[in-house]
């Protein structure tokens, strides 16, 4: 497979987590995880730590992955409409948000009759000790814009040019997708993919880049907007990110990309809602994004069933 020449921004950035006054970062005993299914698509190169967890702002965040998983959230079947999304969180492919940018998103999925699928995939490595790994976060730069009000900003990372992991991950998670279609109730014609910061990031990377997955929409959220070259067979995109973001600087690169190549694409900048929201913060104008979203995939037919019941 040969890659489009296309360099993303925010597939190296740090997300759902705060970089302001006390986003202390916790210890945090491994959850159960009963229902993750492994993918099968090996380990990570030059990493000696185990996978290990921590909190920050409440919402706990994984590690160190080495063993990708794929986790369903199936809706009540009297509600379910077949289409499906899977869930990429965000965390720079250092760790992963998995509570407000994975499980907390999934399970609202879910209660809207849509069948939601959250990928845990291969992380870059990170120092085992978490307190080595609290000094090598406080050595980032910090973002240009205020953060002094615990709007979820955090700063960017390095770029890390190689996603050859997560990409496999993405493929592996499509293909059980489909192998198990029946047994989920999925509609494999009405598959998409959302993810948040870095997880926007692997979305747009297994768009532009993958020649096994066939995505019916995609939803980058609060991910990087640089000009892309379009595939042919495109999916439409619904993307949103908030005005105060730092990885917002007033270019629509990639909007106009989808624009001009004719391909469906609705965009909601918002005024407010920093970085990291998730589903959202409460005073913030971005806290309706899902609302947006779930209102989104009705008037594009992607929720066929629920709109004709």
Same mark, same amino acid.
């Given at each position: +497979?040969?890659?489009?020449?296309?360099?993303? *921004?925010?597939?190296?950035?740090?997300?759902?987590?705060?970089? =302001? $006054?006390? /986003?202390?970062?916790?210890?945090?005993?491994?959850?159960?995880?009963?229902? &993750? %299914?492994?993918?099968?698509?090996?380990?990570?190169?030059?990493?000696?730590?185990?996978?290990?967890?921590?909190?920050?702002?409440?919402?706990? +965040?994984?590690?160190? %992955?080495?063993?990708?998983?794929?986790?369903?959230?199936?809706?009540?079947?009297?509600?379910?409409?077949?289409?499906?999304? !899977?869930? &990429?969180?965000?965390? /720079?492919?250092?760790?992963?948000?998995?509570?407000?940018? /994975?499980?907390?998103?999934? @399970?609202?999925?879910?209660?809207?009759? %849509?069948?939601?699928?959250?990928?845990?995939?291969?992380?870059?490595?990170?120092?085992?000790?978490?307190?080595?790994?609290?000094?090598?976060?406080?050595?980032?730069?910090? #973002?240009?814009?205020? &953060?002094?009000?615990?709007? $979820?900003?955090?700063?960017?990372?390095?770029?890390?040019?190689?996603?050859?992991?997560?990409?496999?991950? =993405?493929?592996?998670?499509?293909?059980? !997708?489909?192998?198990?279609?029946?047994?989920?109730?999925?509609?494999?014609?009405?598959?998409? +993919?959302? /993810?948040?910061?870095?997880?926007?990031?692997?979305? +747009?990377?297994?768009?532009?880049?993958?020649? *096994?997955?066939?995505?019916?929409? !995609?939803?980058?959220?609060?991910?990087?907007?640089?000009?892309? @070259?379009?595939?042919?067979?495109?999916? #439409?995109?619904?993307?949103? !990110?908030?005005?105060?973001?730092?990885?917002?600087?007033?270019?629509?690169?990639?909007?106009?990309?989808?624009?001009?190549?004719?391909?469906?694409?609705?965009?909601?900048?918002?005024?407010?809602?920093?970085?990291?929201?998730?589903?959202?913060?409460?005073?913030? *104008?971005?806290?309706?994004?899902?609302?947006?979203?779930?209102?989104?995939? @009705?008037?594009?037919?992607?929720?066929?069933? &629920?709109?004709?019941?």
């Amino acid at each position: +497979m040969v890659a489009r020449s296309i360099f993303w *921004t925010f597939l190296f950035v740090f997300t759902a987590t705060s970089w =302001a $006054q006390d /986003g202390t970062i916790y210890p945090l005993e491994a959850p159960d995880e009963p229902n &993750a %299914i492994p993918l099968g698509t090996g380990g990570v190169e030059d990493q000696p730590a185990e996978e290990t967890w921590f909190r920050q702002w409440g919402d706990p +965040m994984a590690r160190n %992955i080495t063993t990708a998983t794929l986790t369903p959230f199936l809706p009540d079947p009297e509600k379910a409409t077949g289409t499906t999304v !899977i869930v &990429a969180p965000g965390g /720079g492919f250092r760790w992963l948000s998995m509570g407000n940018e /994975g499980w907390e998103v999934a @399970e609202a999925l879910a209660k809207q009759g %849509i069948t939601a699928f959250v990928l845990k995939y291969r992380l870059h490595p990170t120092p085992e000790s978490l307190d080595e790994f609290r000094t090598s976060m406080e050595r980032l730069p910090m #973002p240009p814009n205020d &953060a002094s009000d615990n709007e $979820q900003n955090t700063p960017p990372q390095r770029p890390r040019s190689n996603l050859t992991n997560q990409l496999e991950d =993405a493929e592996a998670a499509y293909a059980l !997708i489909v192998e198990r279609a029946e047994e989920w109730g999925v509609d494999t014609t009405n598959i998409g +993919m959302i /993810g948040f910061s870095a997880g926007a990031g692997l979305t +747009m990377h297994s768009t532009l880049n993958s020649e *096994t997955m066939d995505l019916a929409f !995609i939803g980058p959220i609060y991910g990087g907007l640089n000009a892309v @070259e379009v595939p042919e067979n495109a999916p #439409p995109m619904f993307n949103v !990110i908030a005005a105060d973001d730092f990885l917002f600087h007033g270019e629509f690169g990639l909007i106009e990309s989808w624009h001009k190549a004719g391909v469906p694409v609705e965009f909601h900048l918002y005024q407010n809602g920093g970085h990291g929201f998730g589903l959202g913060n409460p005073d913030r *104008t971005s806290n309706r994004w899902f609302d947006a979203f779930i209102h989104w995939l @009705e008037v594009n037919k992607f929720l066929k069933v &629920a709109s004709e019941e």
